[in-house]
């Protein structure tokens, strides 16, 4: 457990490392929705081919059911039980994503630090090798990450300093995924899938539609991109 806190933490650090690189320049609008098409596409691809399979791998049954509760609840979320979360408000005239299209965002890569956490401290019960391979796998997504949130955060009209305690909240969040796989270790057989559609969600009904709205072709590929990037990633390191 030692040294899963470690490398949980320095796995952390790099999603505040993310955010901190992102505030401290001024990004304009076009690189901050380059920004944004990028993590959808990051996002999207952890969901389908990462967090999906593994969900699957754990419940065949009801692994599926459980994917498409934890969209459905983000989306009651947003459109039900609070209602200004509805598309079309809380929009002006400098910002080009809702303003709970962060909050959205966060929850979603939240759910995917959390696990990370937990993929982490789950090698390191069954061999130090594993540790060691899924702590690489996830440290080379962690700056990305942080970058995302923080551009997000910033799109939506937040402030530089929300930006960096969004990063500072994945972190955070990356950490308690460490310590809980040791209290609730079977509790990732339903958190897993349920996060996974939350992350679909939000990739795919809150991020996406943003960045299409610029004609041509050139956000589609850097959408394209994303996806690119975290498959590459696990090409060079698989879990």
């Known amino acids: 457990m030692g040294l899963s806190l470690l490398l949980g933490s320095l796995a952390a650090l790099a999603d505040i490392i993310g955010g901190v690189v992102l505030v401290r320049q001024n990004w304009s609008r076009r690189y901050l929705r380059y920004a944004i098409a990028l993590g959808a596409g990051f996002m999207m691809a952890v969901a389908i081919l990462d967090m ?4 699957i791998r754990f419940s ?16 009651l979320l947003e ?27 966060l929850c979603g890569l939240a759910a995917h630090s959390f696990f990370d956490g937990v993929a982490i401290a789950s090698g390191f019960v069954l061999s130090n090798t594993l540790g060691w391979l ?20 910033l799109a939506s009209g937040r402030s530089r300093r929300t930006a960096v305690t969004s990063a500072v909240l994945l972190a955070a ?23 996974a559609g939350v992350a679909i969600y939000v990739a795919a009904t809150d991020l996406v539609p943003e960045v299409n709205r610029e004609p041509g072709i050139r956000m589609a590929l850097v959408f394209f991109a994303g996806v690119a990037i975290f498959v590459l990633v696990r090409i060079l390191a698989p879990l």
């Open 52 to 55: 999906l399979p593994e969900s």
């Open 60 to 75: 065949p049954v009801w692994a599926p059911a459980l994917v498409l509760s934890g969209y459905c609840a983000i989306h």
């Open 79 to 105: 459109h039900t039980i609070t209602p200004h979360f509805h598309f079309g408000e809380e929009t002006h005239n400098h910002e080009f994503l809702h303003a709970h299209t962060g909050w959205s965002v």
């Open 134 to 153: 899924i702590f690489f796998a996830i440290l080379l997504h962690k700056v990305p990450e942080g970058f995302t949130i923080a551009s997000v955060m």
């Open 173 to 195: 969040a990356t950490l308690c995924g460490v310590l809980i796989i040791g209290l609730l270790p079977h509790w990732v057989r339903a958190g897993l899938p349920l996060s």
